[in-house]
């Protein structure tokens, strides 16, 4: 069983920062790409960004520029570093991976989400 947990959300300010963290745990035998998305109040969920195993790296128009997205591939970590945050930028952050985990003796690869995290930016 593979279980990815997101952390770092929280409240901040126009202009501030925020770190997120998601962790997978689990079975692992690789992970391949992952990504984060959001989620504002009733909107449908949208890509944020996304990486590679190989390290190339993907956003969206909205958050170029101010969120960088990272992986510790030893860490079985993504984190997405969001800088010169807006009102708009305030959603659920979900990270989303695709994992092989070691099942009996088979590999499964499959598509994981995690719970997410809340990130609130106002003043």
């Known amino acids: 069983q593979v279980q990815l947990v997101e952390s770092g959300g929280g409240l901040v300010q126009p202009g501030g920062s925020l770190r997120l963290s998601c962790a997978a745990s689990?079975?692992?035998?690789?992970?391949?790409?992952m990504g984060w998305y959001r989620q504002a109040p009733r909107k449908q969920r949208d890509l944020v960004a996304t990486?590679?195993?190989?390290?190339?790296?993907n956003y969206a128009d909205s958050v170029k520029g101010r969120f960088t997205i990272s992986r510790d591939n030893a860490k079985n970590t993504v984190y997405l570093q969001m800088n010169s945050l807006k009102p708009e930028d305030t959603a659920v952050y979900s990270c989303n991976g695709d994992i092989s985990s070691y099942v009996g003796s088979y590999f499964l690869t499959r598509n994981y989400w995690g719970q997410g995290t809340q990130v609130t930016v106002s003043s």
């Open positions: 990486i590679t195993n190989g390290g190339s790296t």
């Open positions: 689990g079975s692992i035998a690789s992970i391949y790409g």
